[in-house]
């Protein structure tokens, strides 16, 4: 579990209070981090005052003295390094504050490098070692509201939405014991999305079907009448145990290991399951978007 950082009500003394705001559903933990940022930010700016330039600290650290002032504006995260070359440089700082900003800083650090996206793009060997992490998964959480995952496709729906895509880098992305086991979660709209002619799209709506029956598949369509409040949907995703967030494009996936985002998407994963039509109220859903592609 990563370390927690402090909101925007965080005492003057740096100390990281209990809980989140965001885990409770008020902000996400990039935002989160975002009031850190500006927490610490805050912090070297008073300190600072007006005993000391930012040109002559700039000059004391032979940094730009525009960076200075991304720093105390929380446009640029310093490393805790800097930030205690900083610290260094102030005219007086009392151990107390100087040894919260430092942690402070130092939490920052781990959380942007941890929430680092690893973008793969066309890599086979990438491609494996998702492959790799998939296997060993025991729960997987599946969110599409663009285009049916690959696990749920059909050979002919695949081929469609690959047409051009290179050949060997389609077959490592969706070759393998990949499997249609997890949970799943799609928007009615991702299933009306015609990637080919009716007969196509009709038998990759029955191969749904019977995907749904299975034990180990537990398949949920959000119907597009439904409304959700306070929920923003900008792409699909993945949750893969409680070890990574996987993002995949069309030329591109990325790989987010952030414990917080992890925990984000699967908190979003629940909420979006609880909208979907499952079990007995699938099967109707199916059979209209079906009718649809024999209409007009």
């Known amino acids: 579990m ?11 003394d740096g100390a990281v209070p209990e809980c989140t705001p965001w885990r409770h559903g008020h902000t996400t933990p990039l935002q989160h981090s975002r009031l850190a940022q500006q927490h610490l930010a805050a912090g070297l700016r008073e300190l600072r005052g007006t005993k000391l330039s930012t040109r002559v600290l700039a000059r004391l650290l032979d940094v730009a003295q525009s960076t200075v002032s991304k720093y105390e504006a929380g446009l640029l ?15 007086t700082v009392p151990s107390e504050r100087r040894a919260a900003l430092l942690e402070l800083a130092r939490l920052l650090d781990s959380e942007a490098k941890n929430r680092r996206l690893v973008l793969h793009l066309g890599s086979s060997r990438a491609y494996q070692a998702l492959k790799a992490l998939q296997r060993k998964a025991t729960r997987g959480l599946h969110f599409a509201n663009a285009v049916i ?4 496709q059909t050979e002919d729906y695949r081929r469609a939405v690959y047409s051009t895509a290179d050949p060997q880098e389609t077959h490592d992305r969706h070759e393998g014991p990949q499997g249609p086991a997890g949970e799943f979660v799609l928007t009615e709209s ?3 999305w015609r990637v080919g002619p009716p007969e196509l799209m009709a038998a990759q709506i029955e191969h749904l079907r ?11 369509v959000i119907p597009e009448d439904v409304v959700l409040p ?4 900008p792409h699909g995703f993945q949750v893969i145990d409680a070890r990574a967030v996987t993002f995949d494009g069309y030329t591109a996936f990325a790989i987010d290991r952030d414990p917080d985002n992890i925990d984000y998407y699967t908190r979003l994963f629940t909420r979006l399951h609880s909208f979907a039509a499952r079990e007995d109220a699938l099967p109707p859903l199916l059979d209209r978007i079906t009718a649809g592609f024999h209409t007009a």
């Open 2 to 12: 990563s370390a927690r950082t402090p909101d925007a009500h965080t005492p003057a």
């Open 77 to 91: 995260l310093p490393a805790p390094t800097t930030v205690e070359r900083l610290l260094d440089a102030m005219p």
């Open 149 to 152: 995952p690959a696990p749920l």
């Open 190 to 192: 991702a299933l009306r």
């Open 210 to 220: 019977e995907l749904a029956r299975r034990p180990e598949v537990d398949l949920g």
């Open 230 to 233: 306070d929920t923003h949907l």
